[in-house]
């Protein structure tokens, strides 16, 4: 297993083997033809977080993807909002944090935080094989 939790590391060790189980795993079709996404989400909250909506980078992108797509395809909704509005379970793990800071806490922080647990908890479980 990878020493990070990346998706890349739990596949190939590169890019090239990537590439090369990703045609194992997700042939194209047998007439090649490539179906054009009806949607592409670029969450916004993400690169506020990133600090990247002062370097351009989300501007770009977007202007990229509706470039290449069109401006119909573009859906610049909150990550965070959409798990939240998607995923009940978030309430319970917010209700982990104390009551003055469980307003303040963003899905994503919540979804950071489920994820550091997780990986605990798997570390853990190996330890004990």
């Not at 890349?8 to 090239?16: H, M, T």
């Not at 009806?38 to 690169?47: A, E, L, S």
């Not at 959409?82 to 922080?109: H, M, Q, W, Y």
């Amino acid at each position: 297993m990878s020493q990070m939790f990346d998706t890349v590391g739990w596949f190939a060790r590169d890019l090239s083997m990537l590439s090369c189980v990703s045609n194992v795993l997700l042939p194209l079709a047998a007439d090649n033809t490539i179906k054009q996404p009806t949607h592409v989400t670029i969450p916004k909250d993400c690169f506020e977080i990133l600090g990247s909506l002062s370097d351009q980078t989300y501007q770009i992108l977007n202007a990229s993807v509706a470039k290449r797509f069109g401006n119909d395809a573009v859906d610049n909704r909150n990550l965070g909002e959409f798990v939240s509005a998607n995923v009940p379970t978030v309430g319970k793990f917010i209700s982990d944090f104390s009551r003055s800071e469980a307003p303040s806490v963003p899905a994503l922080s919540v979804i950071s935080y489920v994820m550091r647990c997780l990986q605990r908890f798997h570390l853990q479980l190996i330890q004990t094989m």
